[in-house]
């Protein structure tokens, strides 16, 4: 089997598991293995905060290695930022509609194939980072899970990058970057949808 | 076509769509709205696009118009199409109000139906613009039609993920067209859906 179809595979294994859980929800489950796995398992349940790093990771991945380079560290950086400004708030803070226009804005980022510079890319992705980050913490804030499961969240939000702009670098067939802006308008799609959700 | 690994290949593709697309519109019941089963999730999300033979129609004639327009347009039209359609789904859970969307659709069959028969080749821009157009209908009348209690985030990734696979259909479908014979077998498919649009027309008006 070559390296592009185990690829394939094992992407296609790891979208059958992200799809599998029977009742995701938008805030902090118990994996009943403590505050870090917890906050792992909030980020890879959560649509809305992991569709932008699928987003992010496969455009840098079809940049180049510089672009990959940048976001692997500014991501997970700007994530924890935002996730200990928001574990200072004594509320939840919860903007599904900001939510979810971020998530319009990466995908057709993704869509489009925008070549910005390394430094623009990563800072757009830290913007990111630092909205969802800030998101994530205001609700772990309230449940008391504080800064162990905010790392839990970083460590995947770092590992994710690296797999998903890696397999990205890898595309170089025509139809695979097709695939890929395909992926992107999917992405816009589904940001729309969810800001005519939340707007509802 | 020479090689006749390529050549095995498009039929086993061409065979794995058509066979896709039967159990797709396979339902007893074909209707564009959601029953009393379909509940919350990706599941419901995915079931909806293709609960409704007229949107089906309209989406694999996009793939297939997209085939026969041959690049950019295979992956221009596919790609615009799920991002006005989620643009008409949030007008319609937003509240705002188009007329007829149900006509829309049916028209969008007829338009696209016959835009294969004829193999139109307008400008890229112009055949964007179309299939933008008509996707808004399709997505007010989904994003009416959305069930109050699902969760809204996966019954979106299914629903945007059943709508671009009925476009894959549609381009798998036009792999055919490079034969002499394949290209008449997909006049005769936009007549199909040419057809069928009329056919929604007419029970639109009703």
């Given at each position: 089997?070559?390296?592009?179809?185990?690829?394939?595979?094992?992407?296609?294994?790891?979208?059958?598991?992200?799809?599998?859980?029977?009742?995701?929800?938008?805030h902090?489950?118990?994996?009943?293995?403590?505050?870090?796995y917890?906050?792992?398992?909030?980020?890879?349940?959560?649509?809305?905060?992991?569709?932008?790093?699928?987003?992010?990771?496969?455009?840098?991945?079809?940049?180049?290695?510089?672009?990959?380079?940048?976001i692997?560290?500014?991501?997970?950086?700007?994530?924890?930022?935002?996730?200990?400004?928001g574990?200072?708030?004594?509320?939840?803070?919860?903007?599904?509609?900001?939510?979810?226009?971020?998530?319009?804005?990466?995908?057709?980022?993704?869509?489009?194939?925008?070549?910005?510079?390394?430094?623009?890319?990563?800072g757009?992705?830290?913007?990111?980072?630092?909205?969802?980050?800030?998101?994530?913490?205001?609700?772990?804030?309230?449940?008391?899970?504080?800064?162990?499961?905010?790392m839990?969240?970083?460590?995947t939000?770092?590992?994710?990058?690296?797999?998903?702009?890696?397999?990205?670098?890898?595309?170089?067939?025509?139809?695979?970057?097709?695939?890929?802006?395909?992926?992107?308008?999917?992405?816009?799609?589904?940001g729309?949808l969810?800001?005519?959700?939340?707007?509802? | 076509m020479?090689?006749?690994?390529?050549?095995?290949?498009?039929?086993?593709?061409?065979?794995?769509?058509s066979l896709?697309?039967?159990m797709?519109?396979?339902?007893a019941?074909?209707e564009?709205?959601?029953?009393?089963?379909?509940?919350?999730?990706?599941?419901?999300?995915?079931?909806?696009?293709?609960?409704?033979l007229d949107?089906?129609?309209?989406?694999?004639?996009?793939?297939?118009?997209?085939?026969?327009?041959?690049?950019?347009?295979?992956?221009?039209?596919?790609?615009?199409?799920?991002?006005?359609?989620?643009?008409?789904?949030?007008?319609?859970l937003?509240?705002?109000?188009?007329?007829?969307?149900?006509?829309?659709?049916?028209i969008?069959?007829?338009?696209?139906?016959?835009?294969?028969?004829?193999e139109?080749?307008?400008?890229?821009?112009?055949?964007?613009?179309?299939?933008?157009?008509f996707?808004?209908?399709?997505?007010?009348?989904?994003?009416?039609?959305?069930?109050?209690?699902?969760?809204?985030?996966y019954?979106?990734?299914?629903f945007?993920?059943?709508?671009g696979?009925?476009?894959?259909?549609?381009?798998?479908i036009?792999?055919?067209h490079?034969w002499?014979?394949?290209?008449?077998?997909m006049?005769?498919?936009?007549?199909?859906?040419?057809?069928?649009?009329?056919?929604f027309?007419?029970?639109?008006w009703?």
């Open positions: 089997m070559s390296r592009f179809a185990k690829g394939w595979c094992l992407m296609s294994a790891a979208f059958v598991i992200f799809l599998w859980p029977a009742a995701a929800e938008a902090l489950m118990s994996s009943g293995m403590g505050p870090f917890d906050g792992a398992e909030h980020l890879l349940s959560s649509l809305d905060d992991f569709l932008g790093i699928i987003a992010l990771a496969l455009l840098a991945g079809q940049n180049n290695k510089q672009h990959g380079r940048y692997l560290f500014a991501l997970p950086a700007s994530w924890i930022v935002g996730g200990f400004a574990l200072m708030r004594s509320t939840e803070w919860q903007q599904p509609v900001v939510s979810s226009l971020s998530i319009v804005v990466v995908g057709a980022m993704l869509a489009t194939r925008s070549q910005w510079t390394a430094l623009t890319f990563a757009t992705a830290s913007l990111f980072g630092l909205l969802h980050g800030y998101l994530n913490g205001s609700s772990m804030g309230t449940t008391g899970r504080g800064w162990i499961g905010l839990g969240i970083a460590l939000v770092f590992v994710s990058v690296a797999f998903l702009s890696s397999f990205s670098l890898l595309l170089k067939a025509a139809w695979t970057q097709i695939a890929v802006r395909v992926a992107g308008s999917w992405i816009v799609a589904i729309l969810m800001t005519g959700w939340a707007l509802r | 020479k090689n006749p690994t390529v050549q095995s290949g498009a039929i086993l593709a061409v065979c794995a769509s896709l697309l039967l797709t519109i396979w339902p019941r074909v564009a709205h959601v029953t009393g089963l379909m509940g919350g999730g990706f599941a419901s999300g995915f079931l909806h696009p293709l609960s409704g949107h089906v129609l309209a989406m694999v004639a996009v793939g297939m118009w997209g085939a026969q327009l041959g690049s950019p347009a295979i992956w221009v039209l596919p790609v615009a199409f799920p991002m006005v359609m989620a643009l008409g789904g949030m007008l319609g937003i509240g705002v109000r188009l007329p007829g969307p149900e006509i829309g659709i049916a969008s069959a007829v338009v696209l139906g016959t835009a294969v028969l004829k139109a080749k307008p400008r890229i821009e112009l055949a964007a613009a179309l299939v933008g157009f996707a808004i209908f399709h997505g007010y009348a989904h994003g009416t039609e959305l069930p109050p209690g699902a969760s809204g985030m019954f979106s990734l299914g945007t993920i059943a709508t696979s009925l476009h894959a259909i549609g381009i798998l036009g792999l055919i490079r002499p014979a394949g290209k008449a077998a006049r005769a498919a936009g007549a199909i859906v040419a057809a069928g649009g009329c056919y027309l007419w029970s639109a009703q």
